[in-house]
C-alpha cells in the first residue's frame, strides 16, 4: 500500500499512525504472496531492497498479523467499531479479495472505486486519493534512487509531499556528506521510519526475470530491472 496522505488533506483518518499501523497489522504477506504470485516472490515490510544497504532485517518482525492490536490502534484512534477507507480499484480481483478479507478481521473496510486503467497512476500521482496499490520495483535500486523516489519533498512517489524533522534531518546530512557510507547511513534511518510510521506498506518484492540458456551466464544487476548487457557472458559450453 501506498500510504499517502499521512496529514490528512483528503482522508483525516490516514492522518493518525495508530490507522495506517492498524493496516499494516492486517495483512498477511505470506498469504497474498501465494494466493497473488502462487508463491514466487519475497515478503517484505521494508521499501528498501537488500542492495541498497538500508536493509534491516530487524524491521521484517515489526508488523506480524495481529488482528487484535489493529482493532485496538483503531479504536485508541477513535474508531471502535472500525472504519471504512475508498481506494482506487487495482486491476487484479485476487489481490483485491484477499485484502478485503484481511483487513476485513480488523474490522476495516476497503471500498474498491472502479478507475478506467489509464487513469490509474496519473490520479495516484495527481493525490486524488489517500492511499491505493502501486508496484514501485525498488528492490534493485540504490539508497539514493529510494530515498529520491519515496521520501524527499518532491519525490516521486511523495505526491502530497510529506515532510518529517527526521528525513528533513537525514537529507541535510546527504547534502552536506554525499559519500556513500553516509548516504547509506541516512537512508537506514528513513527505512525505520517509514516503516514504523507506515508512510508505505510493502506486501512483497519480485525477483527479476529474464531468460537465457546454458551457454550464457549473468547475474542480477544493482538499480535495474534485468541484467545489463556487459553482465552477459559465454560459458563456453
Same mark, same amino acid.
Given at each position: ?7 490528512? =488533506?483528503?482522508?483525516?483518518? &490516514?492522518?493518525? @499512525?495508530? +490507522?495506517?499501523? %492498524? ?6 504477506? !505470506? $498469504? ?72 476485513? =478481521?480488523?474490522?476495516?473496510? &476497503?471500498?474498491? @472505486?472502479? +478507475?478506467?486503467? %489509464? ?6 500521482? !495527481? $493525490? ?77 518484492? &519480485? ?15 544493482? $538499480? ?14
Amino acid at each position: 500500500f501506498l500510504m499517502m496522505d499521512r496529514d490528512g =488533506k483528503t482522508n483525516k483518518d &490516514l492522518a493518525d @499512525v495508530r +490507522v495506517r499501523q %492498524a493496516i499494516a497489522y492486517s495483512i498477511d504477506r !505470506a $498469504a497474498l504472496l501465494k494466493a497473488v504470485q502462487q508463491g514466487y516472490g519475497t515478503v517484505t515490510a521494508q521499501p528498501f531492497g537488500k542492495p541498497s544497504g538500508a536493509y534491516d532485517a530487524k524491521l521484517e518482525k515489526f508488523y506480524t498479523v495481529d488482528n487484535a492490536k489493529a482493532k485496538k490502534l483503531l479504536a485508541d484512534a477513535g474508531h471502535p467499531n472500525g472504519l471504512t477507507i475508498d481506494l482506487p480499484s487495482w486491476p487484479d480481483p485476487t489481490m483485491r479479495a484477499v485484502l478485503s478479507d484481511q483487513l476485513a =478481521k480488523s474490522d476495516i473496510t &476497503l471500498n474498491w @472505486v472502479s +478507475v478506467p486503467f %489509464a487513469d490509474y497512476r496519473p490520479q495516484l500521482k !495527481a $493525490a486524488k486519493w489517500a492511499m491505493g496499490i502501486f508496484q514501485l520495483g525498488l528492490a534493485q535500486q540504490t539508497p539514493w534512487v529510494t530515498i529520491n523516489f519515496l521520501a524527499t519533498p518532491n519525490g516521486s512517489w511523495n505526491v502530497f509531499k510529506s515532510t518529517d524533522p527526521l528525513i528533513a534531518a537525514s537529507l541535510d546530512s546527504i547534502n552536506k556528506n554525499s559519500s556513500d557510507k553516509n548516504v547509506t547511513e541516512q537512508a537506514k534511518k528513513i527505512n525505520k521510519f517509514l516503516v514504523e510510521e507506515a508512510w508505505f506498506i510493502p506486501f512483497y518484492q &519480485l525477483p527479476q526475470l529474464y531468460l537465457t540458456n546454458k551457454r550464457v551466464k549473468t547475474a542480477n544487476s544493482v $538499480a535495474n530491472a534485468i541484467p545489463y548487457l556487459y553482465n552477459f557472458a559465454p560459458t563456453g559450453k
